[in-house]
C-alpha cells in the first residue's frame, strides 16, 4: 500500500515538473513572438524616423544600448531601408558619430583594393545628399581603409580624395545624363599631387578605372533601382508637402533634388518618381500661405502664366504633362524650407562632392 503511494506521488512529481516545463517553454515562446513584434515594429518605426525607431528598439529591449551592437543591427540591415541608415550614420551627435565608426568598423576591408571596399561600404546603406555627412562618413571610411590596409596610401587624407575621384567616376562613366566621358588620362590628371605632393602609381590608378569602366557601383534596390545613377548622389532629400496643380489638396511627398531637377515620389522605397520638375529657368522663393507654414515656391520668372515644363504619372501610369503655373511646397519648419531654398538654388551649378574634393586637396598641398 505505501509502495502504491510512493508511485502516486512520484507520479504527481513527475506530472508538476512537466507542467513547469511546458509553463516556461510558452513563457519563452510568448517572450519570442513579442520580440518578433518588437522588432517588426521597430523596423517600421526606423523607416519612416531612425532615431525614433533605435529608441523604440533599446526601450522595448530588442538591442541593448550598447553603440556596437547598434552599429551590427545596421550592418546587418535586414528590413532596414537603407537611405535612412545612412541618414542616421550620417548624423553629428555624439553616439551618432561613434556607431559610424563601429559601423565602417564592421566593414572587412584587409587586402581589398579601394573600388572593392568602396563597393562593400556603398551597399550597406545610402550615402545621403548633405555634403557635411558625405564628408563625416567618407572620413570615417578612409581612415578605417588605412587602417586595414597600411602602406597603401600614404596619408588618410590621399585616401579621402581618390575614394571621391573614383565616386565621381562612377557618375561621369554611367550616368547618362553625363555626355562627355572621362578618359583615363583626365582621372590620372584629377589625382596629380594627392599623395602627400607625390602622384599615385599609375597602374593603381589604372586597374581602379577599369574596374569602375567595367561594372557601376551597384546600390541597394529599396533605393531606386531603375534610376540608380540619378539619385545616387542627391544634392537634398526628404519629405515636404505639395500643393497639387488641378486638385488644391496637399500631399506629403519624398522629394529627391539631383542633376538641376526636383523628383518627388509616394515612398522612400518607389523605384519610379511621380513627377519630375526640370529647374532649368526656374527660380525660387519664400511665399506665405493661409493654410500650411514654412512655404516656398518654384516659378518662372520670364512666363508668367505659363504651365511649367515638368512631367507626373497618372492614375494610370501614363507619363503626362504637368498642370502647374508654379509648384508650392511646405516644410516642416522655417530652417528645413531654408535649407531647400538654398539647394535648389546652388544645385544648378554646383555639386557638393567637387567642394569636398577642392578642400581636402588644398588641405594636402598646405602640408607639402
Same mark, same amino acid.
Given at each position: ?153 600614404? %596619408? ?54 577599369? %574596374? ?134 546652388? %544645385? ?17 598641398? %598646405?602640408?607639402?
Amino acid at each position: 500500500m505505501a509502495l502504491l503511494e510512493d508511485i502516486q506521488k512520484l507520479k504527481e512529481e513527475i506530472a508538476q515538473v512537466f507542467a513547469e516545463i511546458d509553463c516556461f517553454q510558452s513563457a519563452e515562446e510568448s517572450k519570442m513572438v513579442q520580440r518578433d513584434k518588437d522588432l517588426c515594429v521597430g523596423r517600421k518605426k526606423f523607416n519612416m524616423d531612425p532615431t525614433k525607431g533605435i529608441q523604440y528598439l533599446t526601450e522595448h529591449k530588442v538591442l541593448s544600448s550598447d553603440l556596437r551592437e547598434i552599429a551590427r543591427f545596421l550592418y546587418k540591415g535586414e528590413g532596414l531601408n537603407k537611405t535612412a541608415i545612412g541618414d542616421y550614420l550620417g548624423e553629428r551627435d555624439p553616439a551618432n558619430l561613434q556607431i559610424l565608426q563601429a559601423f565602417v568598423e564592421c566593414h572587412p576591408f584587409a587586402n581589398l583594393n579601394l573600388v572593392q571596399a568602396l563597393r562593400q561600404f556603398l551597399w550597406s546603406f545610402r550615402l545621403p545628399g548633405e555634403a557635411q555627412k558625405i564628408d563625416r562618413m567618407m572620413e570615417a571610411f578612409a581612415n578605417w581603409y588605412c587602417q586595414c590596409n597600411p602602406g597603401v596610401f600614404q %596619408s588618410t587624407d590621399t585616401c579621402y580624395v581618390l575614394s571621391f575621384s573614383v565616386i565621381m567616376l562612377n557618375t561621369s562613366l554611367h550616368n547618362p545624363n553625363v555626355k562627355d566621358k572621362p578618359p583615363f588620362e583626365r582621372f590620372v590628371a584629377m589625382n596629380r599631387g594627392i599623395n602627400n605632393g607625390g602622384d599615385l602609381p599609375e597602374e593603381l590608378l589604372r586597374n581602379l578605372f577599369e %574596374s569602375i569602366k567595367n561594372e557601376p557601383f551597384s546600390i541597394p534596390e529599396d533605393d531606386g533601382n531603375d534610376l540608380t545613377h540619378t539619385f545616387f548622389n542627391p544634392s537634398r532629400e526628404g519629405w515636404l508637402l505639395k500643393l497639387g496643380g488641378r486638385v488644391k489638396t496637399w500631399k506629403r511627398r519624398w522629394f529627391i533634388l539631383t542633376d538641376n531637377c526636383l523628383y518627388y515620389f509616394e515612398y522612400t522605397t518607389d523605384k519610379e518618381p511621380l513627377g519630375i520638375i526640370p529647374l532649368e529657368n526656374l527660380s525660387v522663393r519664400k511665399v506665405e500661405d493661409p493654410k500650411k507654414p514654412n512655404c516656398f515656391e518654384l516659378f518662372n520668372p520670364n512666363c508668367k502664366g505659363q504651365k511649367i515644363k515638368a512631367c507626373k504619372t497618372d492614375g494610370d501610369g501614363k507619363v503626362v504633362e504637368g498642370k502647374h503655373q508654379s509648384y508650392k511646397i511646405s516644410a516642416a519648419t522655417p530652417e528645413e524650407r531654408d535649407l531647400w531654398i538654398e539647394a535648389i538654388r546652388t %544645385s544648378i551649378t554646383q555639386d557638393p562632392f567637387y567642394d569636398l574634393v577642392s578642400a581636402r586637396k588644398k588641405k594636402i598641398a %598646405s602640408k607639402n
